[in-house]
């Protein structure tokens, strides 16, 4: 057998190419809104949400009913909740999204014990990318449809409700709505991730793109395709080296993630430093 046939054995295998097909397809949605997440400091209100799915899930499984519409659902219950309770007392925001994830998680696990449920806990948990079916794809490729229809007709307004909510609002835009609607992506493309990555690897694909664009680049539009497509590069490549690496694929996803963001912040580090003595060299009577 040659190199290149080695190369090319993972694509002889449906399973593999309909793995890398819908981890592109979850990744990509996933990096818009991980932009926009990174810089309202939203990062544990996506952990909050992809936790919060999980008894949606167990009682979708209850009642008979798509997973898809009971993650969504208990993953707005959570946004909602979080958001009452902070306008209502005294505790602060990331304290009461703690407590809401935590104890909607905790539901889920009582749930999954009790009913006996013949899903793995593992595949809800970590995902079960490797076995999807066409189905699961179409799914998958509808949210990312929705989410990057939505993003790219209403990029600039979400902009500037994460710098500027007051902003925001003296322009006349509807910032409720976008508050909401910006949830509302955020679960909705973690109900597409929980066959691919699951619950608790999802929030790596949700902060992780846009983080590292963040380390990269200045300009926000810049930010939005970089983030794109470092995560369909990644995606990709992270479903394929998992072959020969004989590795769960998610997880391995989230380790080339986890090493691209390495990479960036000594990207990063070094320009800053460059840039730091480029300007001590111009101006060498400011450090005195």
Same mark, same amino acid.
């Given at each position: 057998?040659?190199?290149?046939?080695?190369?090319?054995?993972?694509?002889?295998?449906?399973?593999?190419?309909?793995?890398?097909?819908?981890?592109?397809?979850?990744?990509?949605?996933?990096?818009?809104?991980?932009?926009?997440?990174?810089?309202?400091?939203?990062?544990?209100?996506?952990?909050a949400i992809s936790h919060a799915v999980f008894p949606g899930?167990?009682?979708?499984?209850?009642?008979?009913?798509?997973?898809?519409?009971?993650?969504?659902?208990?993953?707005?219950?959570?946004?909602?909740?979080?958001?009452?309770?902070?306008?209502? $007392?005294?505790?602060?925001?990331?304290? *009461?999204?703690?407590?809401?994830?935590?104890?909607? /998680? #905790? +539901?889920? @696990?009582?749930l999954y014990v009790k009913i006996q449920s013949t899903v793995?806990?593992?595949?809800?948990?970590?995902g079960d990318i490797l076995g999807v079916a066409w189905r699961?794809?179409?799914?998958?490729?509808?949210?990312?449809?929705?989410?990057?229809?939505?993003?790219?007709?209403?990029?600039?307004?979400?902009?500037?409700?994460?710098?500027?909510?007051?902003?925001?609002?003296?322009?006349?835009?509807?910032?409720?709505?976008?508050?909401?609607?910006?949830?509302?992506?955020?679960?909705?493309?973690?109900?597409?991730?929980?066959?691919?990555?699951?619950?608790?690897?999802?929030?790596?694909?949700?902060?992780?793109?846009?983080?590292?664009?963040?380390?990269?680049?200045?300009?926000? $539009?810049?930010?939005?395709?970089?983030? *794109?497509?470092?995560?369909?590069?990644?995606?990709? /490549? #992270? +479903?394929? @080296?998992?072959?020969?690496?004989?590795?769960?694929?998610?997880?391995?996803?989230?380790?080339?993630?986890?090493?691209?963001?390495?990479?960036?912040?000594?990207?990063?580090?070094?320009?800053?430093?460059?840039?730091?003595?480029?300007?001590?060299?111009?101006?060498?009577?400011?450090?005195?």
């Amino acid at each position: 057998m040659s190199w290149l046939d080695t190369l090319l054995m993972p694509f002889q295998f449906g399973f593999m190419v309909n793995a890398m097909v819908i981890a592109v397809l979850v990744t990509v949605p996933m990096a818009l809104l991980s932009c926009f997440l990174v810089l309202k400091g939203w990062s544990l209100m996506g952990d909050a949400i992809s936790h919060a799915v999980f008894p949606g899930v167990v009682i979708a499984y209850i009642v008979g009913i798509p997973y898809a519409i009971g993650a969504f659902i208990a993953g707005m219950f959570c946004a909602i909740a979080t958001g009452f309770l902070k306008e209502n $007392s005294r505790i602060k925001q990331d304290t *009461v999204m703690g407590i809401v994830y935590s104890g909607m /998680f #905790g +539901v889920g @696990l009582v749930l999954y014990v009790k009913i006996q449920s013949t899903v793995h806990l593992d595949h809800i948990l970590f995902g079960d990318i490797l076995g999807v079916a066409w189905r699961d794809i179409g799914e998958s490729a509808l949210i990312a449809l929705v989410t990057v229809g939505v993003i790219g007709l209403k990029w600039k307004d979400f902009l500037l409700h994460a710098f500027d909510p007051t902003q925001a609002r003296a322009v006349g835009l509807r910032t409720g709505l976008l508050h909401y609607g910006l949830l509302c992506l955020i679960s909705l493309t973690i109900v597409g991730a929980l066959k691919g990555a699951g619950i608790i690897l999802a929030i790596a694909l949700l902060i992780a793109p846009g983080a590292i664009a963040f380390l990269l680049t200045r300009r926000f $539009s810049t930010m939005l395709l970089l983030s *794109v497509a470092l995560s369909a590069l990644i995606a990709f /490549f #992270g +479903v394929y @080296l998992s072959f020969f690496l004989d590795s769960a694929p998610a997880p391995t996803i989230v380790l080339l993630f986890s090493i691209a963001f390495g990479v960036a912040f000594v990207i990063s580090t070094r320009r800053t430093a460059r840039q730091e003595r480029a300007q001590d060299d111009a101006f060498p009577a400011a450090r005195r």
